[in-house]
């Protein structure tokens, strides 16, 4: 074989060979989100089939349990791709160090990556080659099973306080039923510990999720329950109680709502996302007026005390709900959760008090 060809086919081999080694140490082991074009690509492809097969269905339940699907074939469709392309590269790597045709280069590539046996290698540089390729095939399978443990670990640690979120909000969760609860068992100094326990989860999800892209997609367990509507469960519960519960403001709510606007922001900036930077009052929001009263009259039936100034009320929630609108109905498309409707506050049963002894 022509001398040039060896040299172009090392040369394209080695390359390839090191853009697959490249993606798949940033996914997995870079400690710190990082933009793997491959990676991305072959997540956009799978997506492609899922969310085609998502909208085939009117019904959410199963769109839901099709996209539950959706993370683990990634991670799947990762590994195939880069044994695959490791195969071509190690392939040309054989016709560089001296495999006299591509078909046998091919049998001595797969036989050494997969670590089959079949097909051995004769002479010092392919040898040599045939044990490289042997140790990158054992290394991409090993940074997988080495990656769920991490993977799970997180997923579960998120939806701990997912699940938790049930108790004091309601299924599915709304934020006026966190406030309801509240009133309920008379227990408004306990918001505090809602307000530290999301803190927390929201500055956790911004690590685990930023570094570990893939946890975004995988999807809570209750298809009514999912992560994404969870959190803006929680900031909305915050932002009324700031703004139209008639009791003394909760620092530990704002900060709350501050670390849970800075995640949305660093997930946003990793998939690209816009929002608006220049954020004031008047920059519109998704939540109307009309829905805003609705639940403020829900509430008064339920006995929580409210502000007499409804349009300063208003006018403090917009303040605190620009923080986070535009990114958290970003999510609720590209993640594929169901919005929580504040129109179904004037027809949702109430929560009646619940610490009462007998009379």
């Not at 195969?87 to 591509?102: D, H, I, K, Q």
Request: with cysteine.
């Amino acid at each position: 074989m022509n001398v040039w060809i060896r040299v172009l086919a090392g040369l394209f081999g080695l390359l390839l060979e090191m853009l697959v080694l490249d993606a798949a140490i940033r996914t997995f082991l870079l400690p710190r989100a990082a933009n793997v074009r491959l990676s991305r690509f072959i997540a956009k492809a799978v997506g492609v089939v899922f969310h085609a097969l998502a909208r085939s269905s009117k019904s959410y339940p199963v769109r839901d349990r099709i996209m539950s699907l959706y993370a683990s074939m990634v991670l799947l469709a990762y590994q195939a791709t880069w044994l695959a392309l490791s195969l071509v590269a190690f392939a040309l790597g054989f016709v560089a160090a001296g495999a006299p045709n591509l078909s046998l280069a091919f049998e001595m590539s797969g036989s050494s990556l997969f670590t089959l046996g079949t097909t051995a290698a004769h002479g010092g540089a392919l040898t040599v080659l045939e044990y490289v390729a042997a140790g990158v095939g054992l290394t991409l399978l090993a940074l997988l099973i080495a990656f769920i443990p991490a993977l799970y670990g997180a997923f579960q640690r998120r939806e701990f306080s997912v699940s938790r979120l049930t108790v004091r909000a309601g299924i599915p969760a709304t934020p006026w039923g966190v406030l309801e609860i509240a009133q309920s068992v008379e227990s408004y100094d306990r918001l505090d510990e809602i307000w530290r326990e999301w803190e927390q989860w929201f500055i956790e999800v911004g690590e685990t999720h930023s570094t570990l892209p893939i946890l975004n997609f995988y999807r809570s367990p209750n298809p009514d329950q999912t992560w994404v509507g969870s959190a803006a469960t929680v900031l909305d519960a915050a932002a009324l109680f700031n703004a139209a519960v008639d009791v003394a403001p909760s620092p530990t709510a704002g900060l709350c709502i501050r670390a849970g606007w800075l995640t949305l922001r660093r997930l946003a900036d990793y998939f690209r996302i816009p929002y608006p930077v220049d954020l004031h009052r008047s920059v519109p929001i998704s939540i109307t007026r009309e829905e805003f009263d609705l639940v403020i009259q829900r509430l008064e039936r339920s006995g929580v005390p409210i502000v007499a100034n409804r349009d300063a009320a208003w006018n403090d929630f917009v303040g605190w709900r620009v923080n986070y609108d535009a990114i958290i109905e970003a999510f609720y498309d590209r993640f594929t959760c169901p919005r929580t409707d504040w129109h179904t506050a004037s027809v949702q049963p109430l929560f009646g008090p619940s610490n009462q002894r007998g009379q």
